[in-house]
């Protein structure tokens, strides 16, 4: 059983950038995939990027690579994801899971899910 808990979402102008966290607790496999999705309002929810928990190899949603940056910190089991040149159509509740073999880019395939935390990006 894993848990994760997000944190770092909020309000930010477009064009602003905003880093998001994920903790997990209890045992992430090695081939893991941690990875981030949005839901956006009356939208599906969507692959973001992934990192393999062991190795670090990243994956990231075409429309979004060049904005992104996904990070693992084996240490302290936590996964980052920094976003730049925000726009308003970025703003979502984004989640954290995990669950995936890497690489992970299809939300059927996650185990284990965050609560979720808003980002709201202002024009």
């Known amino acids: 059983q894993v848990q994760l808990v997000e944190s770092g979402g909020g309000l930010v102008q477009a064009g602003g950038s905003l880093r998001l966290s994920c903790t997990a607790s209890g045992t992430v496999f090695s081939n893991y995939a941690m990875g981030w999705f949005r839901q956006a309002p009356g939208k599906e929810r969507e692959f973001v990027a992934a990192?393999?928990?062991?190795?670090?190899?990243?994956t990231y949603a075409d429309s979004m690579k060049a904005r992104l940056t996904i990070s693992r910190d084996n240490a302290k089991n936590t996964i980052d994801l920094q976003m730049n040149s925000l726009k308003p159509e970025d703003t979502a509740v984004y989640y954290c899971?995990?669950?995936?073999?890497?690489?992970?880019?299809?939300?059927?395939?996650?185990?284990?899910w965050g609560q979720g935390t808003q980002v709201t990006v202002s024009s």
């Open positions: 899971a995990t669950g995936a073999v890497f690489p992970g880019r299809e939300r059927r395939e996650y185990h284990y």
């Open positions: 990192v393999r928990w062991i190795g670090g190899s990243t």
